[in-house]
């Protein structure tokens, strides 16, 4: 992984992942109410439910979102940090996500992939609890963002 200081939208990255939970409320949507989940869902309004679809068939993983008839939207990828919205992150799950991001991130080896730091902001928890646990699993061609200032 290589960290780096910027913007998440406009960074030049052929996936963008998202900080992600597992709820899905009964319209089956997920919650997406902070940081990069809501900025998403405010730049393509009905990825809520794509999302909330994509955790009912795959379960609360890492995975790239479909968009109607099998097109990738935007080449969004949910990173799950929380199993319920209200939780604060979970350095298990943000281990097992970056396992998985790092599957993808092979799959699609000449691509780039950014993130921002899992579980950090709205999830409570800080970079230097994240940074041992991801940063020994993601490839180089993932970037982990901080806001710059």
């Known amino acids: 992984m290589k960290e780096i200081i ?3 939208w406009e960074f030049n990255a052929n996936f963008y992942c998202i900080t992600t939970n597992g709820s899905v409320n009964i319209w089956g949507k ?3 109410r902070a940081g990069t989940a809501l900025q998403t869902k405010q730049k393509f309004p009905k990825i809520d439910r794509n999302i909330g679809s994509l955790i009912k068939i795959c379960g609360n993983r890492c995975n ?3 968009k109607e008839y099998g097109k990738l939207d935007n080449r969004i990828i949910i990173f799950p940090t929380k199993n319920h919205w209200k939780d604060k992150s979970n350095l298990e799950l943000i281990k097992r996500s970056a396992e998985e991001l790092k ?3 092979k799959i699609f ?3 780039k ?3 921002t ?3 950090c902001g709205n999830g409570g928890l800080t970079k230097e609890e994240v ?3 991801i940063e020994g699993i993601l490839p180089d061609n993932i970037f982990v963002i901080e806001r710059k200032i």
């Open 131 to 133: 940074r041992p646990i």
């Open 113 to 115: 992939f950014v993130l």
């Open 117 to 119: 730091w899992p579980g």
């Open 64 to 66: 790239i979102v479909p």
């Open 109 to 111: 080896n000449t691509e």
């Open 30 to 32: 997920n919650i997406m």
């Open 6 to 8: 910027g913007d998440f």
């Open 103 to 105: 599957i993808l991130a």
